[in-house]
């Protein structure tokens, strides 16, 4: 997966509401521009952020290979000569836009050195599409799900980080199914906070719930009361940080948290006892969440180790017999 930067300032109206990017192959002279030919290296999938004078005011995931096209047949592009590059995208658009210039320092750092969209002065290059960077598109939509003052707008947001990880091949779209039965099942967890108050909870051994299927998979149900019970014990913090504050959750009241599986309960089968136990359910923010699942090598690695060693004696007190770390890391992929 790839991640690009484009300035619209004067075609965002015209792309956005068509779900395109456009840009010419050569000028009226015949010579190439590496800001459009880059368009070229655009795929399926890719994620893109959208700069429309200062602000981003979008982000988008293209839904097919760029390919050749002729200038679109309205105004905004009437100067540009007629063949060129397109690259059709599912925007997003967010109610509440951040100003670049307020965070340029962190985006000079994590923009990639070659084909970056700011230069070393700390303004945008002269230019149409650039390159960007992993870290720099998750910086960028944090920032922007933060500002939102609307918790709905702002967690949707934050799906877009799972959504170029989900992408599938079907019509062109990102699919968000796994993102909403997450969300789905945080409502639930939500509602059995506000439910029932959790005075003290007993780590011991629990015997495993019936196996549900999905399709001709099999799948363990889990309880929303056992993520309740463990982001109110954790006190709605964020475990791996506690100064990890983004919003409160309009259901609670509490700063907003996601109950997480340290060791996923698709590993039931591994084990002679339930994962689904309080022991095993650590609070943490939708920023650390979607690290865990879609960080680098080295930063889940780190965040996984701070979270077992806070965990190790109650998981053996639940009979969650680890044998290390990289039992753990092994469960992710790691």
């Given at each position: 997966?790839?991640?690009?930067?484009?300035?619209?300032?004067?075609?965002?109206?015209?792309?956005?509401?068509?779900?395109?990017?456009?840009?010419?192959?050569?000028?009226?002279?015949?010579?190439?521009?590496?800001?459009?030919s880059l368009m070229k290296?655009v795929k399926k999938g890719?994620?893109?952020?959208?700069?429309?004078?200062?602000?981003?005011?979008?982000?988008?995931?293209?839904?097919?290979?760029?390919?050749?096209?002729?200038?679109?047949?309205?105004?905004?592009?009437?100067?540009?000569?007629?063949?060129?590059?397109?690259?059709?995208?599912?925007?997003?658009?967010?109610?509440?836009?951040?100003?670049?210039?307020?965070?340029?320092?962190?985006?000079?750092?994590?923009?990639?050195?070659?084909?970056?969209?700011?230069?070393?002065?700390?303004?945008?290059?002269?230019?149409?599409?650039?390159?960007?960077?992993?870290?720099?598109?998750?910086?960028?939509?944090?920032?922007?799900?933060?500002?939102?003052?609307?918790?709905?707008?702002?967690?949707?947001?934050?799906?877009?980080?799972?959504?170029?990880?989900?992408?599938?091949?079907?019509?062109?779209?990102?699919?968000?199914?796994?993102?909403?039965?997450?969300?789905?099942?945080?409502?639930?967890?939500?509602?059995?906070?506000?439910?029932?108050?959790?005075?003290?909870?007993?780590?011991?051994?629990?015997?495993?719930?019936?196996?549900?299927?999905?399709?001709?998979?099999?799948?363990?149900?889990?309880?929303?009361?056992?993520?309740?019970?463990?982001?109110?014990?954790?006190?709605?913090?964020?475990?791996?940080?506690?100064?990890?504050?983004?919003?409160?959750?309009?259901?609670t009241g509490k700063n907003?948290?996601?109950?997480?599986?340290?060791?996923?309960?698709?590993?039931?089968?591994?084990?002679?006892?339930?994962?689904?136990?309080?022991?095993?359910?650590?609070?943490?923010?939708?920023?650390?969440?979607?690290?865990?699942?879609?960080?680098?090598?080295?930063?889940?690695?780190?965040?996984?180790?701070?979270?077992?060693?806070?965990?190790?004696?109650?998981?053996?007190?639940?009979?969650?017999?680890?044998?290390?770390?990289?039992?753990?890391?092994?469960?992710?992929?790691?």
């Amino acid at each position: 997966m790839n991640y690009f930067w484009v300035f619209q300032n004067k075609t965002f109206r015209e792309e956005s509401q068509g779900g395109f990017l456009w840009a010419p192959q050569k000028d009226k002279l015949g010579h190439n521009k590496s800001h459009w030919s880059l368009m070229k290296e655009v795929k399926k999938g890719d994620a893109i952020v959208h700069s429309v004078n200062g602000k981003i005011a979008a982000i988008s995931f293209a839904k097919e290979d760029c390919y050749v096209a002729q200038r679109p047949a309205t105004q905004g592009f009437g100067d540009w000569e007629k063949q060129g590059w397109r690259v059709d995208c599912e925007y997003y658009f967010p109610a509440q836009t951040i100003r670049t210039k307020d965070y340029i320092e962190q985006i000079m750092k994590l923009q990639p050195d070659k084909n970056s969209p700011i230069n070393r002065a700390g303004n945008g290059n002269t230019g149409y599409l650039f390159r960007a960077s992993k870290d720099l598109f998750e910086f960028l939509i944090v920032k922007t799900a933060t500002c939102q003052k609307i918790e709905e707008q702002g967690l949707e947001l934050l799906s877009l980080l799972s959504a170029g990880y989900e992408y599938e091949k079907c019509n062109g779209k990102a699919s968000l199914d796994r993102v909403i039965a997450e969300d789905e099942y945080m409502e639930e967890v939500e509602s059995a906070i506000n439910r029932q108050k959790t005075s003290s909870i007993e780590d011991c051994p629990k015997e495993k719930t019936q196996k549900n299927f999905s399709g001709s998979r099999r799948v363990y149900k889990r309880d929303p009361q056992v993520s309740a019970n463990a982001i109110r014990l954790a006190g709605f913090k964020c475990e791996v940080d506690e100064s990890h504050s983004f919003f409160l959750s309009h259901r609670t009241g509490k700063n907003y948290v996601e109950a997480h599986h340290l060791l996923p309960i698709s590993c039931e089968d591994e084990f002679d006892v339930s994962l689904d136990v309080e022991a095993n359910v650590v609070s943490l923010c939708p920023v650390c969440h979607r690290l865990v699942h879609h960080g680098k090598h080295e930063q889940v690695r780190q965040t996984i180790e701070t979270l077992y060693q806070k965990r190790r004696q109650r998981l053996i007190k639940a009979g969650i017999k680890v044998k290390d770390l990289e039992d753990i890391l092994k469960a992710y992929g790691k």
